[in-house]
């Protein structure tokens, strides 16, 4: 018997309205609904990585722990489903060495550098960022190369990099991560892989370090990742960019927060969103946040709640997307 069979015949058990969703996961109704929540099949499950979560009760955890609050004795956990147990282990991401420059440095830029840049980009004033969320983010600007900086950091909050926007809109890439630029200050040159870190991700980090994960809304770049910040949402992570490298997968899946997918409102966004909702739910119970404007700093602080609140599971947006598509094509 596989893995995924395996899962599936547990879920089969002690679950009531088991029904397939996707090839690697179920959903059914919760075991572990409190009082005053609505009893529906809102509970999914993984069965290739044992991961559970009721997106109604937010009950969550491993195949162990579904067991243990199921009712299952440890020794029969063990002895029955142990070997079941280690082989799920194995599917979660490596730590691999090449992920260290974006997870946690060893070699981190000096915290005095930002002080060349302790300027407030009044641009982005203009465009609604309080100089209260601007200096939370340590955003400022670069006179010498005429761009607005935006401080990169490892997980555990050390400076890795810089990033620069430029304030010309004929200049090109309108987004740099410096490299040569460090010359300017004395510094050696050095070039953080762009793809290796999850912008503001430190800012989340020790709340899931110490067992309380939140759920994580995902955008795309800085100002998207302030601006809903600054709205109140404050777990929210950027990828700078719309699409997920493997290694902004596994932090995420490190960090095992429910995770609420809102990028941009153009082609690349909607690729991105179904990309990363597609591998991601696969470990992790995801979301995906429609709103009707061109990109989520658009929003002001009600419509961004209000978005927040409708946002759909992914496997039922992707049926509900999939319905869609065949009555236009009818």
């Known amino acids: 018997m596989s893995e ?27 075991p572990f ?13 993984s069965l290739t990585r044992g991961l559970y979560f009721c997106f109604s009760c937010e009950a969550k955890g491993t195949l162990p722990m579904f067991l243990r609050d199921i009712g299952t004795s ?33 070699d981190p830029l000096p915290e005095g550098l930002l002080g060349i840049f302790d300027m407030c980009p009044k641009a982005l004033l203009a465009e609604g960022f ?23 950091r490892d997980l555990l909050g050390k400076l890795v990099g810089i990033s620069g926007r430029t304030i010309y ?10 490299d040569l630029e460090y010359a300017s200050w004395g510094i050696p040159n050095r070039k953080p892989a762009k793809g290796s870190i999850l912008w503001n991700a430190h800012a989340v980090y020790p709340q899931i370090y110490f067992g309380r994960p939140p759920a994580l809304l995902l955008v795309e770049g800085y100002k998207a990742c ?6 109140g949402v404050k777990n929210t992570v950027a990828l700078m960019g719309s699409y997920m490298t493997y290694e902004q997968q596994w932090m995420l899946e490190r960090l095992g927060a429910p995770v609420y997918i809102m990028l941009d409102n153009d082609q690349a966004g909607r690729k991105g969103r179904d990309y990363i909702g597609k591998n991601l739910s696969k470990s992790l119970p995801v979301k995906v946040v429609t709103y009707d404007a061109p990109q989520p700093s658009d929003l002001d602080q009600q419509a ?27």
């Open 130 to 152: 309080t100089e209260e969320t601007l200096a939370a983010f340590d955003v400022g600007y670069d006179a010498i190369h005429q761009r607005i900086t935006y401080p990169l």
């Open 304 to 330: 961004v709640l209000a978005a927040l609140e409708e946002a759909t599971e992914f496997h039922c947006w992707s049926i509900e997307k999939m319905k869609e598509a065949s009555h236009g094509v009818r």
């Open 74 to 106: 440890r020794a029969l956990i063990e002895r029955r489903y142990g070997t079941l147990i280690e082989a799920l282990e194995r599917h979660r991401p490596p730590e691999r060495d090449h992920l260290r420059p974006g997870v946690f440095t060893e």
């Open 169 to 178: 809109e004929d200049v090109h890439p309108k987004y740099k991560v410096y």
């Open 4 to 30: 995924v069979e395996a899962v599936l015949e547990i879920a089969q058990k002690y679950l009531t309205n088991v029904k397939r969703s996707g090839p690697e996961n179920i959903m059914a109704t919760c």
């Open 226 to 231: 302030m601006w809903l910040v600054q709205a």
């Open 33 to 45: 609904h409190v009082m005053g929540h609505k009893v529906t099949t809102t509970f999914t499950m």
